[in-house]
């Protein structure tokens, strides 16, 4: 059994404010180290658990988040930086997915650092006229692969989040949201020992965890911020423009519709 980590970092333990996540932020290097901390820590707990290979992906920005002389050789693969088309390079290769330090959606109240891919331009995102975060994005991509996503790690608003799409997904709570920029957060050794005994769940439990898939076809919707500027119609014929700040596209996969909004 392969297992895929995808890893954003705002949902990683230890993480609440702006500084630790932004790359010009003075506490930057303070989060690359607790991402790499949560990988090692999650990557440890599947191997243990009987995973083959683990593979893992810094999705978190320019993807240069976690550090590469500290990850340890329970991975087996980085998938790193540019990788072209496709949001899960490589993921042909694994049987079920991780989806590690995530975050909850645009706008839920008392969630550490949400938002939806962008939080300057982008207020909501929708499918099929659902309100969804990263979560629901990725875990429906990754369903049109068939392939499951079996545990989600994070604060308590994205685990809740993530078990309201799939009921037998394992959570791993490393934290609690009172507002944006703060929360309760578990102490950095009983997180990650929290997040290797979740690993072992989730690869026990993987034979129950259904992927998750969206009705077709698909229409996702994006709203805007306020006077950002909408995607030019000339480089996104796909496009349908419904008012001033918002736009929708529609596709055979949520990864076909969701990169037709993309500008």
Excluded at 46 to 75: F, M
Aim: aromatic residues 8%.
């Amino acid at each position: 059994m392969n297992v895929y980590l995808m890893v954003d970092i705002e949902g990683i333990s230890g993480i609440y404010t702006r500084e630790q996540v932004m790359s010009d932020g003075n506490r930057f290097q303070e989060g690359r180290r607790f991402m790499t901390a949560d990988i090692n820590a999650c990557a440890q707990g599947l191997k243990e658990a009987g995973v083959d290979k683990i593979y893992v992906h810094d999705c978190h920005g320019g993807g240069y988040s976690l550090l590469y002389d500290e990850i340890s050789a329970d991975v087996d693969y980085i998938v790193w930086g540019n990788v072209g088309n496709g949001r899960f390079a490589g993921v042909e290769e694994c049987d079920a997915i991780v989806l590690l330090g995530y975050h909850a959606m645009a706008g839920t109240a008392g969630a550490i650092l949400e938002h939806t891919m962008n939080s300057k331009s982008i207020q909501n995102m929708y499918i099929n006229g659902k309100k969804v975060g990263e979560f629901a994005i990725d875990a429906g991509i990754l369903g049109d692969m068939g392939k499951p996503v079996i545990m989600v790690s994070g604060d308590d608003k994205v685990c809740q989040e993530a078990r309201e799409l799939i009921s037998d997904i394992v959570t791993a709570e490393v934290k609690k949201g009172l507002t944006c920029f703060g929360g309760i957060l578990m102490p950095y050794d009983k997180a990650h020992e929290l997040l290797k005994e979740k690993a072992k769940e989730a690869v026990k439990a993987f034979e129950k965890i259904k992927p998750l898939v969206f009705p077709k076809p698909i229409e996702f919707m994006v709203e805007v911020t306020e006077r950002t500027q909408l995607p030019n119609p000339l480089s996104h014929p796909h496009i349908n423009y419904i008012d001033g700040r918002t736009y929708k596209a529609t596709g055979n996969t949520v990864e076909e519709a969701f990169f037709k909004t993309r500008s």
